[in-house]
C-alpha cells in the first residue's frame, strides 16, 4: 500500500488513546500516574507493564519492550505499521486516503468489486433472480437481512459481469486480478467466476470488499465457491460477516463463530450479531489474531455429532495459541443453526439459548477423553498423549498447570508425567509471517548507560516540554558525553517540532531518529517519570545545566593544566593561567547555585 500521510498518522494518534486500546489484550488497573498489568510479551508473575494515558506510551520494566499505540498493535497482532494505523484509523474513524502506485492498485481493485456487486445486487432484483429470491425465501431469509448483508444473484450467463465491468470502464486485468473473471482454458478471451449463484460480498470493516462467496443453484460443482485468494483477499484471514459484528463482539465480549453463510445468517436472525464465519477454509491464526483484536472469548457453534466434535478440536489450539477463551455450543446431531432457525417455532430462543450454555472447550474435551477410567497404563498413555497437543497450545502458564494437575488427577499420574508429554507435543504450525508466542525470552538489545543528569533532563522534559529552551541553552561543550548528548539533542528536536506529542512520536515504530537502544531508554526513562509541578522541574533543570557547566569548565582547566606544563611563552602562559583563574571563579559561581537548590 501507499505511503500513509503523516499528518493522517498523526490525526490517528490524536484520536487513540494507548490505555484504551492495550486494555482490551491486558487487564489493567490504575497504579498513581499510570496503569499497570502483566506483560503480554513475556511471562511474569508479577505486573510490570506500565500504560500511560498522559504521555501515550507503554513500556514494560521486565523486557524492556515498548513505544507508542502503534508499536504495541504492530508488537501484539502481528502488523506491520501500515496495517496497524489503518486498523486504529478504522476503529477512530480516520479516512486514510490510497496514495502511491501500490496504494491506487489496491484502490482500483476494491472498486471493481463494488461494481461487481452492483451487478449481483441488481441480479438479485432483477427477472434473472427470480428463482434465487424463491430458494431464499424458501430458507426463510427475511428481506432486511437480504439488505444487511448486501446479498446478490450472479446470473446464469458466462459474460453478464465482463459485459457490466466493460460498460462503467473497468478494464479486463484489473477484474482478473481481483478474480470477478477467469481466463478461459483455451487463452482466447475470459468468463464470469461467479454464474448462477446466490452471492455474499465479504466486507472488510471500514466497508471495503474485499471479495466474495457464492452458492450455487445448480449443479455447478463445487456448492460453495470464493474468490481466489488476490491481493485484497486472503481467504486465511478474511471472516464473513466481521464488519457487521465488531461492534456487537465489542459490547458482548464475545465472537461467535460458525462454519457457513446462511448459518451466519440465522444467528442474526436470532439476534446474534456478533456471530463470523470463515469463508471456505479451515481456521487459522491469522483469523484467531484478528478476533483477537476485539475479543478475548470466542463461542464455537458446531453440530453435536462426531465431525462437529472433532471441528471444535481442531479449531481448538489454533484459537487459544493466540490467547482467546474457547467455549463450546453443540447443536443436536444433524442440525445447524440454520435448520434450527427455520424448523421451530421456538428457533431463534433455543439458539440463543444454545449459544449462551457454551462450556469451555478444554474442559468438554478433557472429560470426553477421560470419561471412561483407564484400565491399562496403555489407555492413560494415549489419553495424555491425544491431550498434551491442545495444552501445548495455551500461552499461559497458569491455565497450562491448571489443565496438568486436572489430567493428571484423573489418569492417576504425577504433573511432571503429564508435562513431559506437553514437552514432547509438536506445536500448532504457523505461517511465515507469525512470531512465536510470548516466552520469557526476550529479544536482546544493547543497554544504554545514561548519567543521572542526563535521565534527570529526559525525565523533566518529559513532564514539562516546555523547559526544552533551557536545556537548548547549553552549548554543544556543555552537552552530556557519549550517547547522552545524541538523546538530549533529538528530544529537544523533537519537542521543539511535536510539542506534547514528541515522546510517542520518536518511539513510534515509524521513527529512525533514535537507534533502538536509545529508543527503550528513552521510553523507560518516560515511563518511570512520575508527575511534579513546573517548579521542581525548573529546579531540577537549572541543577543538571550548572553541574553540566561544571564538568565542562573542569575539562577545559584539566586541558589547560597540561599545556602549562609544556608552555615557554610567556604571553601564552599568563592567558592560560589567567582563563584557569577564570573557570575556577565560574565554577564556585556555578557551584553556589546548585548548592542552594
Known amino acids: 500500500m501507499g505511503r500513509i500521510p503523516e499528518h493522517v498518522v498523526e490525526q490517528v494518534r490524536q484520536r487513540t488513546d494507548v ?104 441480479g438479485l432484483r432483477g427477472a434473472a433472480g427470480r428463482s ?189 495459541s493466540e490467547g482467546l477463551r474457547v467455549k463450546a455450543a453443540f447443536l443436536p446431531p444433524g442440525a445447524d443453526p440454520d435448520s434450527l432457525v427455520m424448523d421451530s417455532e421456538q428457533g431463534e430462543a433455543s439458539l440463543r439459548a444454545c449459544v449462551d450454555a457454551a462450556v469451555p472447550l478444554l474442559d468438554h474435551l478433557i472429560d470426553r477423553r477421560l470419561m471412561a477410567s483407564a484400565r491399562h497404563a496403555w489407555d492413560a498413555e494415549d489419553r495424555a498423549r491425544d491431550l498434551a497437543p491442545l495444552l501445548a497450545a495455551l500461552p499461559g502458564a497458569i491455565e497450562r498447570e491448571t489443565y496438568v494437575r486436572k489430567i493428571a488427577s484423573q489418569l492417576e499420574l504425577t504433573p511432571t508425567t503429564v508435562e513431559q508429554e506437553l514437552r514432547n507435543a509438536r506445536p500448532v504450525e504457523r505461517s511465515p509471517r507469525e512470531p512465536a508466542p510470548p516466552s520469557s525470552n526476550v529479544e536482546a538489545v544493547r543497554p544504554v548507560q545514561l548519567d543521572a543528569i542526563t535521565r534527570t533532563l529526559v525525565d523533566a522534559l518529559s513532564t514539562h516540554p516546555a523547559l526544552v529552551d533551557r536545556v537548548d541553552a547549553l552549548d554543544a561543550a556543555s552537552l552530556p558525553p557519549g550517547e547522552g548528548a545524541a538523546l538530549l539533542v533529538t528530544l529537544c528536536r523533537a519537542v521543539h517540532e511535536h510539542g506534547d506529542a514528541a515522546i510517542p512520536r520518536l518511539l513510534s515504530p515509524s521513527a529512525d531518529e533514535l537507534p533502538v537502544p536509545l529508543k527503550r531508554a528513552l521510553g523507560e526513562i518516560a515511563a518511570r517519570a512520575q508527575p511534579i509541578s513546573r517548579e521542581l522541574a525548573e529546579r531540577a533543570v537549572g541543577d543538571c545545566i550548572a553541574r553540566l557547566k561544571i564538568q565542562s569548565l573542569d575539562r577545559e582547566t584539566r586541558s589547560i593544566t597540561g599545556r602549562l606544563e609544556s608552555c615557554n611563552d610567556a604571553a601564552e602562559l599568563d592567558a592560560l593561567l589567567e582563563r584557569k583563574q577564570q573557570n575556577s571563579v565560574e565554577r564556585r559561581e556555578l557551584w553556589n547555585q546548585v548548592h542552594h537548590l
Open 132 to 320: 434465487a429470491r424463491a430458494y431464499l425465501d424458501g430458507r426463510g431469509v427475511p428481506a432486511d437481512l437480504l439488505d444487511r448483508f448486501q446479498v446478490g444473484f450472479a446470473p446464469p450467463g458466462w459474460d453478464g459481469l465482463i459485459q457490466h465491468l466493460g460498460r462503467v470502464s473497468q478494464p479486463t486485468g484489473v477484474a482478473l486480478e481481483a478474480g470477478l473473471i477467469g481466463e478461459r482454458r483455451t487463452g482466447d478471451g475470459h468468463y464470469d467466476r461467479f454464474r448462477d449463484r446466490i452471492v455474499f460480498p465479504i466486507v472488510e470493516p471500514g466497508g471495503r470488499i474485499a471479495g466474495f462467496g457464492g452458492r450455487s443453484l445448480g449443479s455447478d460443482e463445487p456448492k460453495y465457491l470464493n474468490t481466489p485468494d488476490s491481493p485484497i483477499y486472503h481467504k486465511g484471514r478474511v471472516l464473513f460477516g466481521l464488519a457487521l459484528a465488531v461492534d456487537a463482539i465489542r459490547e458482548k465480549g464475545r465472537a461467535v463463530l460458525v462454519e457457513g453463510y446462511f448459518d451466519l445468517i440465522a444467528l442474526h436472525r436470532a439476534g446474534l450479531a456478533e456471530g463470523v464465519a470463515p469463508c471456505g477454509t479451515a481456521l487459522t491464526r491469522d483469523h484467531a489474531r484478528r478476533l483477537r483484536r476485539y475479543t478475548r472469548d470466542v463461542v464455537l457453534l458446531f453440530d453435536g455429532d462426531e465431525a462437529g466434535q472433532r471441528a471444535a478440536e481442531r479449531s481448538l489450539p489454533v484459537l487459544s
Open 19 to 122: 490505555v484504551e486500546v492495550v486494555g482490551r489484550y491486558v487487564g489493567l488497573k490504575q497504579s498513581g500516574s499510570s496503569h499497570k498489568g502483566l506483560c503480554p510479551f513475556h511471562t511474569e508473575k508479577t505486573p510490570s507493564f506500565h500504560v500511560h494515558s498522559e504521555k501515550q506510551i507503554f513500556h514494560c520494566f521486565g523486557c524492556g519492550e515498548g513505544g507508542d499505540v502503534f508499536g504495541f498493535l504492530m508488537r501484539h497482532d502481528n502488523l506491520s505499521f501500515p496495517e496497524a494505523v489503518r486498523e486504529l484509523a478504522r476503529q477512530a474513524g480516520v479516512e486514510i486516503p490510497e496514495t502511491g502506485e501500490e496504494g491506487s492498485r489496491l484502490a482500483t481493485l476494491y472498486k471493481a468489486n463494488e461494481q461487481a456487486l452492483e451487478y449481483f445486487r441488481a
